[in-house]
C-alpha cells in the first residue's frame, strides 16, 4: 500500500518546544507566590528578636518602659555600652573573655579531636571497629543535661571545680562532631591517597596532617561552627561547675543580672545591651566562615 505523504506527519529538526499553558503557568506563579510568602514569614519571625535588640540596646531606661518595643527613642547605644562595660568594675568584659576562651579553644581542640576519631573510625580496620563507633553515636542521644551531675562529681575528686578545666574539658567530647568527621572523610579522602603517601614513607600522622587534614577542612570549618556555637549558648554546665562570677561565660552572668533586676532595674538597659553585644562574635563567626564551609562543601561535587 502506497504512503499518503501528504497527510502523513513530518518531525521537524529543531522546532520550538510547546508552549507551556496558561493554567500551567498560573500555576508556577501562584506556587512560587506561596513559598516566597512562607519564607518571608519565615524570615520575618527569625529576625524579629534580633530586631528587637537592635532597636531597644540604643534606648536608655526611660525609653525602655515609655516607648514601644520596636519604635526608636533617643539614640544611646553608645553611652548604654561605655556603662555596659563599666559597670562592677568591667565584669562584662571579663565574661566576654572567658566565652572566647571556653567557645575558640575548646571548639578547636573539639573539632581536632573529631577530625582525628572520624578519620580513624573511615581509614582503619580494627576489630569492633563499628561496635565502638556506635557507643560513640549512642552518645548523641545523651542530653548534656543529663551527664551534667555525673560531670560535676567527677569534677569535684579532681579538684577541678570552679576553674576553667571544669568547662574546657567536657566540651572535648563530641560524638555529633565525630559522626560528622567520619561521613566527611569516607567522602572527601580517597584510600589510594593515602597509601600514596605511605608507600612515600609518611607515617600515620605525616600522613593525617599534610594529605588528609587538608581535604578535610570543609569538616573542620562544619565541626568548628557547630561547636562554637554550642560552646557560645553553654549555660547549665558552667551553672553547675562555677562558682566565681569572675569566671562566668557572657550567657550565664547576664542571668545572674536579670535575677536580681528586681533589686537594681537601672540594669534593664545593659542586659539588652549585653544580649546584643553577645550575639556579635557568633555573627562574626559565621560571616567570616561560611565562604570556606560553602567552597568545601561542593569541591567534590564534580569530579
Not at 160 to 179: D, E, K, M, R
Not at 262 to 272: G, K, S
Not at 274 to 282: D, I, K, Q, R, T
Amino acid at each position: 500500500m502506497a504512503l499518503d505523504t501528504a497527510t502523513a506527519p513530518i518531525a521537524t529538526v529543531g522546532a520550538a518546544p510547546p508552549r507551556p499553558q496558561p493554567s500551567a503557568r498560573r500555576g508556577s506563579r501562584s506556587s512560587r507566590a506561596v513559598v516566597n510568602t512562607l519564607l518571608t514569614i519565615v524570615a520575618l519571625y527569625t529576625l524579629m528578636p534580633l530586631s528587637w535588640l537592635l532597636v531597644n540596646a540604643t534606648k536608655d531606661n526611660g525609653d525602655l518602659f515609655g516607648s514601644p518595643g520596636f519604635r526608636l527613642g533617643e539614640f544611646n547605644l553608645f553611652g548604654n555600652i561605655a556603662d555596659l562595660f563599666a559597670y562592677q568594675d568591667g565584669v562584662f568584659g571579663r565574661w566576654l573573655a572567658n566565652s572566647l576562651l571556653y567557645s575558640v579553644a575548646g571548639a578547636l581542640a573539639s573539632t581536632l579531636i573529631s577530625l582525628l576519631a572520624g578519620y580513624a573510625f573511615a581509614t582503619y580496620s580494627f576489630r569492633g571497629r563499628e561496635k565502638l563507633y556506635g557507643l560513640v553515636l549512642l552518645g548523641i542521644l545523651v542530653p548534656p543535661t543529663v551527664v551534667s551531675l555525673p560531670m560535676y562529681l567527677l569534677a569535684s575528686e579532681a579538684g577541678l571545680v570552679n576553674t576553667y578545666w571544669a568547662v574546657l574539658i567536657p566540651s572535648l567530647v563530641n560524638p555529633f562532631g565525630v559522626y560528622l568527621a567520619r561521613v566527611f572523610a569516607e567522602a572527601y579522602v580517597p584510600h589510594e591517597t593515602l597509601e600514596a603517601a605511605r608507600m612515600d614513607g609518611a607515617g600515620e600522622l605525616r600522613v593525617f596532617g599534610s594529605v588528609a587534614l587538608p581535604m578535610l577542612s570543609p569538616a573542620f570549618v562544619t565541626i568548628f561552627l557547630f561547636t562554637f556555637t554550642g560552646s557560645w549558648n553553654n549555660f547549665f554546665l558552667p551553672l553547675v561547675m562555677l562558682n566565681d562570677s569572675s569566671l562566668y561565660p557572657v550567657g550565664l552572668g547576664l542571668f545572674g543580672w536579670n535575677a536580681v533586676l528586681p533589686q537594681e532595674p537601672q540594669l534593664y538597659a545593659l542586659i539588652v545591651t549585653g544580649s546584643l553585644l553577645s550575639v556579635v562574635p557568633l555573627a562574626v563567626a559565621f560571616l567570616t566562615l561560611q565562604r570556606h564551609w560553602r567552597s568545601g562543601l561542593t569541591a567534590g561535587a564534580v569530579k
